[in-house]
């Protein structure tokens, strides 16, 4: 006969690392050239002009200036408009 209970096993301990994504640097904020302005999965936000798109998504800047948001019109593959997100250097 057993002194101790029995030990069970839980399989929720198990937690993944930060992935740190989002807005980093805000409307009216200056960014420099090479500046990660957005970190996301997918393309939840646009890149407009003097702004590029990484391979994983994040938006970073091409040239100094001053972050705008707006929004865009677009029209998805089935021609459905929606409105994105947009960030743009001005």
């Known amino acids: 006969m057993s002194k101790v209970k029995a030990g069970g096993t839980s399989k ?5 690392a930060p992935k740190f994504l989002g807005v980093k640097i805000a409307d ?7 500046a990660i302005i957005i970190r996301q999965r997918g393309t939840r936000y646009l890149a407009g002009p003097n702004t590029d798109l990484g391979k994983d998504h994040t938006i970073f800047a091409l040239k100094a200036g001053v972050v705008k948001f707006s929004n865009k019109r677009k029209v ?3 021609g ?3 409105v994105r997100k947009l960030v743009q250097i001005v």
């Open 12 to 16: 929720n301990l198990t937690d993944s």
């Open 28 to 34: 009216g904020q200056t960014a420099k050239a090479g």
């Open 76 to 78: 998805r593959f089935d």
């Open 80 to 82: 459905k408009p929606v």
